[in-house]
């Protein structure tokens, strides 16, 4: 097996200089001619990149889906230019690569990117706008490098290792500040034509209703997600309700305090309130569900995202209100629906299987740039031992 650096080792010796010894990422060539698909794709280690607005989660990840090595940081501040994303993705990557052979490098970006999945269209969190992520990252890394949706990256994470093994037809919902989703079926995520298909926050499911960042009214992610829950638990603290005394009691009056952790923790302890709350938005998440399961008919849903940590307290609702609502109710298989298992790793561990895939067609032209290279070195070394060329023959020579 030949191991090849990056692509600057043939530029050094031809001109005139030594191997400079390269701390970027060290790949390796596999001999046998893969047919693309995760069944098949090199069992090589690879780093995938999980960014949004507030963090960013980098981990060397191997074939099985095991975690060897994880960093975080926090994403630059809000000043943040692509360029200083950028800056921050490739020092993570070279710093895991300096105790690791990475392979390739997946990218799970908060927004939303076209179907090449080569560049980021408009990412909410960050300063990218139609920005060439793919090409600006492999040109200063030197190896493969894959970019898509988070939400798409954490449904494969799941589907290949997680809570959605087995199944043909997946659906994943990611509920977090926002709703984000993924769709699989028979083993391949559906992007759409334009690559954003999976924007389930963005349906709408009361007309005229709260009005959305995205400019909309009534969008299901107004009522199941994050922010639904804190916004419903600050309201009723504003209006000083006597339900919300426990609550109001914790933060000590500071309303801003109150987040939707606090309110998974209260409702574990028994505080009426938060049970009612994540009921209410387990509630709206079944009617959300029903609706996808009469667009979609999956197999499987699988809830994702921080809001899931609620697990029984919020799923439990949701699978009464996806019975209630599900159209053919009764005549027709009902989807399972199943809390995520990777938790907030699932995006990176997914992003880096991705990259995995998108490996394979590296290989061949840079196994032909080892062997040019290993031509120049035979022919360089019976230089240097004083053949002549009589019986040296250049790279060049015809008869070579």
């Known amino acids: 097996m030949s191991t090849y650096r990056d692509r600057t080792l043939p530029q050094a010796l031809r001109a005139g200089g030594t191997p400079r010894s390269a701390r970027g990422t060290v790949l390796r060539t596999v001999g046998t001619r893969e047919r693309r698909s995760h069944l098949t794709a090199p069992r090589v280690p690879t780093v995938g990149i999980d960014i949004g607005g507030t963090k960013v989660m980098a981990g060397v990840v191997d074939a099985d889906g095991n975690i060897l ?13 692509p360029k200083v994303v950028e800056d921050t993705i490739v020092e993570l990557v070279l710093d ?140 009723l603290a504003a209006a000083d309700s006597p339900v919300a005394y426990e609550i109001i009691e914790r933060v000590k009056g500071s309303i801003p305090d109150i987040t939707g952790p606090l309110i998974t923790e209260l409702a574990r302890e028994g505080d009426a309130m938060s049970i009612e709350l994540l009921q209410d938005i387990g509630q709206w998440l079944g009617v959300g569900i029903a609706n996808l399961a009469a667009a979609l008919d999956p197999s499987c849903f699988v809830i994702g995202g921080g809001v899931s940590a609620a697990d029984d307290l919020l799923i439990g609702p949701a699978r009464d209100a996806f019975r209630r609502h599900l159209t053919g109710r009764g005549y027709r298989p009902e989807a399972r629906i199943t809390r995520a298992q990777l938790g907030p790793e699932a995006g990176m561990v997914g992003a880096a299987d991705l990259a995995r895939l998108v490996a394979r067609r590296f290989r061949r032209a840079n196994r032909r740039r080892v062997e040019r290279y290993e031509r120049y070195e035979r022919y360089a070394q019976a230089l240097r031992s004083g053949t002549s060329g009589r019986t040296a023959r250049t790279p060049e020579d015809p008869s070579s």
């Open 69 to 81: 090595e994880k960093l975080r940081t926090e994403t630059p501040d809000k000043s943040k230019s």
């Open 96 to 235: 895991l690569a300096d105790r690791h052979d990475v392979h390739a490098v997946g990218i799970g970006a908060a927004g939303w990117v076209d179907a090449d999945r080569a560049r980021v269209l408009f990412a909410p969190h960050l300063a990218w706008r139609n920005e060439p992520l793919r090409d600006s990252l492999q040109a200063r890394l030197a190896v493969p490098v894959m970019v898509d949706n988070d939400a798409n990256t954490a449904a494969w994470a799941e589907w290949r290792f997680g809570a959605g093994r087995g199944e043909d037809h997946l659906v994943m919902i990611t509920l977090g500040t926002g709703i984000g989703g993924a769709i699989l079926e028979d083993g391949q995520v559906k992007r759409g034509k334009y690559g954003v298909a999976g924007e389930f926050g963005h349906m709408q499911v009361v007309p005229g209703g709260h009005r959305c960042p995205c400019g909309n009214r009534g969008c299901w992610e107004q009522y199941s997600s994050g922010n639904a829950l804190v916004r419903e638990a600050r309201e």
